[in-house]
């Protein structure tokens, strides 16, 4: 069973830093490429940042390029989000998402909650 | 980037009824067209993808089909578990987008 447990979130003031992480199991974690989705609270989805499965290949939302930076440890299974200069609009739910074969997201975690306020 | 336009934005729908939602990108996408469902309090599940593929352990009533620029899900026989949030997603170009969602409910 695929599973994807994402941690890190939590209450962070704005302009300071916060990593998440997303444990994956199920399946073969080096194969897929993996990717970061937020969601605002009470509105729709917005996808953050993708990594294929080697790192060779990294995008970003404009929203967040330059301040966050996507990266895998495939060694460990995990896919990483780090978050810099953080801002109040970053408030939201962050998803990990496996990638499918036409670019959707077959897979997600349960989500974790970054809340940037003072 | 592609804009995704979502309509409508809710529904209502009784149970046993045949609902539609519809999808239109701002340029053609090739069918790399994803559906979603999202329940209160839990994460988006896919539904169908490459517009009209479903995804495995999804109940035959849902169906996807569109072209060049226009999509849409169907549901048929409407069952109260269906209620929740559904987007539509562009995989064609990058940055992937969403579509602002439909809420549906039960009638």
């Known amino acids: 069973e695929v599973q994807l447990v994402e941690s890190g979130g939590g209450l962070v003031q704005p302009g300071r830093s916060l990593k998440l992480s997303c444990l994956a199991s199920?399946?073969?974690?080096?194969?897929?490429?993996m990717n970061w989705i937020r969601q605002a609270p009470g509105k729709g989805l917005e996808w953050v940042a993708s990594?294929?499965?080697?790192?060779?290949?990294?995008y970003y939302a404009d929203t967040v390029k330059g301040r966050f930076t996507i990266s895998r440890d495939n060694a460990k299974n995990t896919l990483y989000l780090q978050m810099t200069s953080l801002r109040s609009e970053d408030t939201a739910l962050y998803y990990c998402?496996?990638?499918?074969?036409?670019?959707?997201?077959?897979?997600w975690g349960q989500g974790t909650l970054v809340t940037v306020s003072s | 980037d592609i804009q995704m336009t979502q309509s409508p934005h809710s529904l209502s729908a009784s149970l046993g009824e045949t609902v539609s939602i519809e999808c239109l990108a701002s340029?053609?996408?090739?069918?790399?067209l994803a559906w979603y469902q999202q329940k209160p309090g839990k994460s988006p599940q896919l539904l169908i993808y490459?517009?009209?593929s479903l995804q495995d352990g999804v109940p035959s009533r849902f169906s996807g089909s569109g072209s060049g620029t226009q999509y849409s899900l169907k549901i048929s026989n409407m069952q109260p578990e269906d209620e929740g949030v559904y987007y539509c997603?562009?995989?064609?170009?990058?940055?992937?987008?969403f579509g602002g969602g439909t809420k549906l409910e039960l009638k």
């Open positions: 998402a496996r990638q499918g074969y036409n670019n959707q997201f077959a897979y």
């Open positions: 199920g399946f073969t974690f080096s194969n897929y490429g």
């Open positions: 990594i294929s499965s080697s790192s060779s290949y990294i």
């Open positions: 340029e053609g996408i090739s069918n790399y």
């Open positions: 490459y517009a009209s």
């Open positions: 997603q562009q995989g064609y170009k990058y940055p992937p987008t």
